[in-house]
């Protein structure tokens, strides 16, 4: 269990620092956590970006 926090916490930091990591995204044990971290990573950056479209859209 702990594995696969630790690698869906790596995918996300990953994602929200830009780069992924193919070889931790490919590993058998935890790559699907590190892909959903991932994932979940990016989703966040595309809301954080739709929120400063949306304000400066009001402006």
Known sequence: ???A???YDAGRVDALAGR???TKA???AT???YRMGFLDGRIEIFRMFAGVREIL???
Do not use: Q
């Open 20 to 22: 992924r990591d193919a």
């Open 57 to 59: 859209d009001e402006s």
């Open 1 to 3: 269990m702990d594995d």
């Open 26 to 28: 490919k590993d058998p």
């Open 31 to 33: 790559g699907a956590d």
């Open 5 to 7: 926090l630790l690698a």
